[in-house]
């Protein structure tokens, strides 16, 4: 079992950039595909981001291609997500996930493992 705890949120204006990182409990962190999404008032979860065990392989949305980063460190527990030239339509709660396998997946549903979630707002 993990336990994840995210952070790095905030308030930034269009043009702007945000880090967000994603701290995990637990010994077998580099066990766990790990993933973004995000969830913008009354619209469904979606996916933003996801790396397999090792960071060898990632993928991300197209609404984010080219503009965010997912990365991770295996030693400090930690999954990050760099968002650059950040919108307003990005604005959302972002959510870290971790998947029993070693690879990622953009469905939801195929992560058991959930953060509290962190505030993401870009004024324009």
């Known amino acids: 079992q993990v336990q994840l705890v995210e952070s790095g949120g905030g308030l930034v204006q269009a043009g702007g950039s945000l880090r967000l990182s994603c701290a995990a409990s637990?010994?077998?962190?580099?066990?766990?595909?790990m993933g973004w999404f995000r969830q913008a008032p009354g619209k469904e979860r979606e996916f933003v981001a996801h790396i397999d065990w090792n960071g060898g392989s990632a993928y991300y949305a197209d609404s984010v291609k080219d503009r965010f980063t997912i990365s991770r460190d295996n030693v400090k527990n930690t999954v990050y997500l760099q968002m650059n030239s950040l919108k307003p339509e990005d604005t959302a709660v972002y959510y870290c996930a971790a998947r029993s396998s070693p690879g990622g997946s953009p469905s939801p549903l195929q992560y058991a493992y959930w953060g509290q979630g962190t505030q993401v707002t870009v004024s324009s």
């Open positions: 637990g010994r077998t962190f580099s066990q766990y595909a």
